[in-house]
């Protein structure tokens, strides 16, 4: 496949051609005028070829609108491409063919796939894209806008199959809890694949992301368990250097003196006090009935 890419055409001001047009018109007009008044037929030998060249030469101008581009192609060649905005005059001969150089979004719609774990989840993302390269998305690619759809959900499932959902283990990345690195990652395997279209990428991110109907109210069992499991995790750790604090600040301020049974019972009062789920009822130890 022969690889094209953008180049600049040559091209006149549009002004100056057209005051070239208006001088024509009117040495047009003269002869006419001399031919009607000379009665001579031997004027049209100017007048024909003259009257052709403006119709030809009408067809070369073309307004160039900001952030867009036109590519010429002269007789089925890719003649070069004009980006800069305003009014000019080409070959009349080529054909003029519209490319937005504008920045687009491409809202993906919601596709169910597996993740890293095999579990079914509904991903959809936002990519950011642009026209770069004017030939390549017009010439190497039968649609440019529909060939970044179906790539960029190619790229999804992709980098979806990539990572789990969510991880479990600390440093690890995953779709629900590295959204940052992720985003960056899809960026980089959608531009892999528009490379060709002359598209750049700017941002991809995503912009749904679910576990599927059929396993959904698991995994939200799942995490809730999780969740409870990493609270109490907390509770503990916090009751246990409570415990190690009030019984330091007891030994250093002389308030009673502990023996290790002593200190084994309140550690395991504290304890249940702080770690239990529910309301604790003290109970007064008032001594016993026989002494």
Known sequence: MEKIQEFRSWRMNGFAALFLEILMIAGLVLLIR???????????????????????????????????????????????SIRDSGFWWVNPFT?????????????????KVNDLQGNPIEIAAVVVWRVVDSARALFDVENYVGFVGIQSETAI????????????????????????????????????????????????????????????????????????????????EGAVGMVESALKMLSEQKVIELDEEKKATMVNNLLVALVADREVQPVVNTGTLYQ
């Open 34 to 80: 001399e031919m009607l008044w000379e009665r001579e037929l031997a004027f049209l030998w100017a007048i024909i070829p003259l009257f052709l060249a403006l119709i030809v030469g009408s067809g070369g101008f073309l307004i160039v609108q900001p952030n867009e581009a036109r590519v010429l192609v002269f007789f089925g060649r890719y003649a070069g």
């Open 95 to 111: 054909t003029k063919k519209h490319v937005s150089l504008r920045i687009h979004n491409f809202n993906s719609d919601r596709i």
């Open 157 to 236: 499932r992709t980098l979806t199959a990539r990572y789990p959902y969510d991880s479990h283990e600390e440093g690890r990345a995953s779709l629900r809890g590295s959204p940052n690195e992720v985003s960056e990652h899809l960026r980089e395997e959608v531009q892999a694949r528009l490379d060709i279209a002359g598209v750049e990428v700017s941002e991809a991110r995503i912009s749904h992301l679910a576990y599927a109907q059929e396993i959904a109210q698991a995994m939200l069992r799942r995490q809730q368990a999780e969740a409870i499991v990493a609270a109490r995790q907390k509770i503990v």
